[in-house]
């Protein structure tokens, strides 16, 4: 079982990026899914999440601005960040977690800078 977030990198403040998480070893489309980050010094965050029934919900912080979408056919989910901002600096994890049995995967970190 294993989570490949990519597509982190160094943006100019109002630029855009797209994360993808790719999943290997697990049934995804029958996983709920999120993205959480990690400032510097801060805790870790809930960014954004869907069910597998395709339900959303997202952080105060990013909502209008990230959009989290997945295509099952490609065991990827995605998460499409615009209009960032240097507070949007950290390292975004995804996570996949199946409530028929709590079990929760997360795959490595990847870097996202936001320039001002």
């Known amino acids: 079982v294993q989570l490949q977030a990519s597509g982190g990198g160094l943006v100019q403040a109002a630029g855009s990026l797209r994360l993808s998480c790719a999943a290997s070893?697990?049934?995804?489309?029958?996983?709920?899914m999120a993205w959480y980050r990690q400032a510097p010094g801060k805790e870790r965050e809930l960014v954004a999440s869907?069910?597998?029934?395709?339900?959303?919900n997202y952080a105060d912080s990013v909502k209008g601005r990230f959009t989290i979408s997945r295509d099952n056919t490609k065991n990827t989910g995605y998460l499409e960040m615009s209009s960032l901002k240097p507070e949007d600096t950290a390292v975004y994890y995804c996570?996949?977690?199946?409530?028929?049995?709590?079990?929760?995967?997360w795959g490595k970190g990847t870097l996202v800078t936001v320039s001002s």
């Open positions: 869907m069910t597998s029934g395709r339900s959303t």
């Open positions: 070893g697990m049934i995804f489309s029958r996983a709920a």
């Open positions: 996570q996949a977690y199946f409530h028929i049995n709590g079990r929760k995967y």
